[in-house]
């Protein structure tokens, strides 16, 4: 008989998210119109078909002009020129610019031949038949060049990234009416527990409304994720385990809350093991965050967070977001990290290493961390506008004001 392998049981929690890391697989694209594009992530690598802008152009409302007619222009003797034509935006002029003459031009509209500099409307007299210069002017003066914003050939997009505003912008320049990207990974979320009432429900003794699910449904939509939340499980190893095994059917991933540590009698992973799953790893050294649990059925993951609602952010953040963002697509895994100062003092020790959320601020020149005065595993109060995620590392004793730490920059 085949021995049964050592689940990897309190690991680092760096060891975690390599386990995840490694299991799971990029997720399989789809075309939507460039339109529904914001925040997706891009699955082909894009570049431009032409220059833009694809002429030279007028940056501004004015009079192109050549300059060597304006050599001589100056206060004391002033260039009077007159004008040929007027060429609005999505015009052209209709023959090069005569020595002796200018072109009325707006913002946008391509350069005459002829013409080496464009003259402000404000910095002459005019009348409609002529213009007058009191300064000499440069050749290619307030000339926009073709190709000066993107030249064709270049890389505008590479796949893995997120798509913002501006990459919108710039594919809809290029005519991209459509775009593939990763389609988003559908996540069936779970919470289990006999105390646990819907968010309408009635609050009696010992009995608590559903709010960690509506918390991490929140930062893995943030994160690109398309939710469903499954409900209310309770602390049933049948009902779990119906509710998973449908969930594996629909989903790409599915995860649970509750029932992970120790005083719930190993019932998350219990049930993991009876629908033949592959346990990853159970509990991290992670704070909060520990109670968490991982699983691979078919390729397809499962992921066991804690009850307790910070401690599930704690570990979705730190321990499954990276492997996340694999599935997703994108082709940064990890959240930007970075060196802040604490404004207000911790007072806690970490013997195995924390992490405390808080909001990005700067204050005398050092960016620093703003967090709640109060961090434990139940609080949500303290993830509000939390973009930012200190690592407290392994045996650092109380914080004081001033000190610093790593984050991670969530964004």
């Avoid at 997706?40 to 002429?55: L, N, Q, T, V």
């Avoid at 321990?319 to 990890?334: C, D, Q």
Wanted: with cysteine; aromatic share 6%.
């Amino acid at each position: 008989m085949e021995k049964e392998r050592t689940v990897p049981f309190n690991i680092p929690v760096e060891e975690a998210k390599q386990l995840l890391l490694d299991t799971v697989t990029t997720i399989d694209t789809e075309i939507i119109p460039l339109e529904e594009g914001l925040g997706r992530i891009s699955a082909s690598e894009i570049r431009a078909k032409e220059d833009i802008p694809s002429f030279d152009r007028s940056p501004l409302d004015g009079y192109a002009v050549r300059s060597a007619d304006l050599a001589r222009a100056s206060k004391e003797t002033p260039v009077t020129l007159k004008v040929q034509e007027e060429v609005p935006a999505g015009y052209v002029a209709k023959e090069p610019v005569k020595e002796g003459y200018v072109v009325k031009i707006c913002t946008g509209a391509p350069i005459p031949e002829g013409a080496d500099a464009i003259v402000k409307f404000e910095e002459t007299e005019f009348t409609p038949l002529q213009a007058t210069f009191f300064a000499s002017v440069k050749p290619d003066s307030n000339i926009v060049h073709r190709g000066s914003d993107i030249q064709e050939g270049r890389l505008v997009l590479s796949p893995g990234k997120v798509l913002d505003p501006a990459d919108l912008g710039m594919l809809a320049s290029l005519g991209f009416p459509e775009i593939e990207v990763y389609r988003k990974p559908k996540v069936i979320l779970f919470s289990t527990g006999d105390e646990l009432v819907p968010v309408d429900g009635e609050i009696t003794p010992g009995k608590i409304r559903n709010s960690s699910a509506y918390l991490l449904k929140g930062i893995l939509e943030k994160n690109g994720c398309q939710v469903t939340l499954g409900g209310i499980v309770k602390d049933s190893l049948e009902e779990l385990e119906t509710s998973i095994k449908q969930a594996l059917k629909e989903a790409d991933l599915v995860m649970t809350t509750g029932g992970v540590s120790v005083g719930d009698y190993d019932y998350t992973p219990a049930v993991f093991k009876k629908i033949g799953a592959d346990v990853l790893f159970w509990k991290t050294r992670l704070k909060p965050g520990m109670a968490t649990v991982a699983a691979v059925k078919d390729g397809q993951l499962i992921i066991g967070l804690s009850g307790n609602p910070s401690a599930a952010a704690a570990g979705l953040y730190r321990a499954v977001l990276p492997a996340l963002n694999k599935l997703s697509g994108r082709a940064i895994l990890e959240p930007e990290e970075m060196t802040v100062t604490f404004l207000e003092a911790f007072d806690k020790k970490s013997p195995g290493g924390r992490v405390l959320p808080g909001r990005l601020c700067f204050k005398d020149g050092k960016t620093c961390i703003k967090m709640q005065s109060k961090q434990e595993n139940g609080m949500i109060s303290n993830w509000g506008g939390c973009n930012v995620l200190a690592l407290v590392e392994k045996g650092r004793g109380p914080i004081q004001a001033g000190e610093t730490c790593q984050a991670l920059y969530l964004g």
